[in-house]
């Protein structure tokens, strides 16, 4: 973005520096009602998961979060209560918030109460959308502890041999780190995200044996006829699937993933009622800190040292290790946003005068 006043023409080439793309988010929630510190903590996540390269669940949400709290879908100004109290396990009704607002509650809550208790379950109701769940495993990783984190989602994957779509993409997110060292695992437990299919019909591009199905459960790679999409490895990712669910939906008293609304399609003034659940652990009360990190040291370096097959173009790595890899690129090169996105942020550049070296 070359001036604050008129924005230039998006392309697939736009960059933007994660310091701009911070600064346009923060204003423009602020904006919409959303408190200052709510507002740099949804504009970070945003950023940083798409300069982690996962694009869907990055910046590009920003517009479709400004519409929701437009709309009443989400509240810009939620009481987040507290449900019930154990101790160890806190149960909080979100009062609506973004997903990204409930969600760091929720890990702050976790993160203050693991070191106390050994461990800390925390559940979520009355939510929305937050995001790439790693956001909050990773800020449980960044605390010395162990972050495991799902989420309902609207139902997109079928049963293994069913047809209707049931359960979420619903992602599964461990993270532990130690010593600027890191293990991110953040899956969906379906073979791809909807987002893959929508850009596929977009361009006309065939999908690849085994993402989707057709209406009678046939395997489907014309894109305009994937009805649902495929669980992860078969009966494996279904299981998967289902324990998110039970996590997410079940245990939280969330509606189940087939009752939720997607993104985009929910009625104005009415919440989607998402539901959240992260599991904190501390180290300290197990093995031992200086064993754990120990261990973790010897774990990851152990696993990128194997030797890579004979055919394989890149070495063995860890889960976060891509992502860590593509961070350090768009850190120096700015992050590539699609056109809608650039154009949304160049709208509102301009609106809040914030140019490309704020």
């Not at 009805?227 to 494996?236: F, R, V």
């Not at 399609?265 to 992260?278: D, I, K, T, Y």
């Not at 992050?335 to 942020?345: S, V």
Request: proline letters at 6%; hydrophobic letters at 40%; one cysteine or more.
């Amino acid at each position: 973005m070359t001036s604050a006043h008129e924005p230039p023409a998006a392309d697939a080439a736009t960059r933007l520096t994660a310091t701009t793309a911070t600064a346009v988010a923060v204003a423009a929630l602020r904006e919409a009602g959303v408190p200052e510190g709510d507002a740099r903590d949804v504009a970070a996540a945003l950023t940083d998961t798409s300069l982690r390269g996962i694009d869907t669940h990055g910046l590009r949400l920003l517009p479709q979060y400004l519409a929701e709290l437009r709309d009443g879908i989400a509240t810009a100004r939620p009481g987040i209560t507290v449900v019930r109290d154990t101790g160890p396990a806190v149960m909080l009704d979100a009062g609506g918030a973004l997903g990204v607002v409930a969600g760091l509650a929720a890990a702050r809550v976790a993160a203050e109460r693991a070191p106390v208790h050994g461990v800390a379950a925390v559940g979520v109701r009355d939510s929305n959308h937050f995001g790439a769940a790693s956001v909050y495993s990773r800020h449980l990783a960044d605390r010395g502890l162990v972050g495991i984190v799902t989420t309902s989602a609207a139902s997109r994957v079928a049963p293994h041999s069913g047809t209707r779509p049931l359960y979420g993409t619903n992602p599964l997110s461990f993270a532990a780190s130690s010593g600027g060292d890191e293990f991110a695992l953040d899956m969906a437990t379906s073979q791809v995200c909807f987002g893959e299919i929508k850009e596929r019909r977009k361009h006309g591009r065939a999908l690849d044996p085994g993402w989707a199905t057709d209406e009678d459960g046939r395997p489907a790679t014309d894109p305009a006829r994937a009805y649902a999409l495929s669980p992860l490895g078969g009966y494996k990712g279904q299981g998967l699937a289902m324990v998110a669910t039970l996590l997410g939906s079940v245990l939280t008293g969330s509606p189940a993933d087939w009752h939720l609304e997607h993104i985009g399609e929910s009625a104005p003034g009415r919440g989607r009622q998402v539901g959240h659940f992260l599991i904190c652990l501390d180290p300290a009360a197990f093995g031992g800190t200086d064993s754990f990190t120990e261990g973790l040291t010897d774990l990851l370096t152990t696993t990128r040292q194997t030797r890579p097959a004979v055919d394989a173009t890149l070495p063995v790595q860890v889960p976060g290790d891509p992502q860590r890899r593509i961070a350090e690129e768009r850190t120096a090169h700015g992050i590539p946003l699609d056109p809608h996105t650039a154009r949304a942020f160049a709208e509102l550049a301009a609106r809040h005068g914030i140019g490309a070296d704020t």
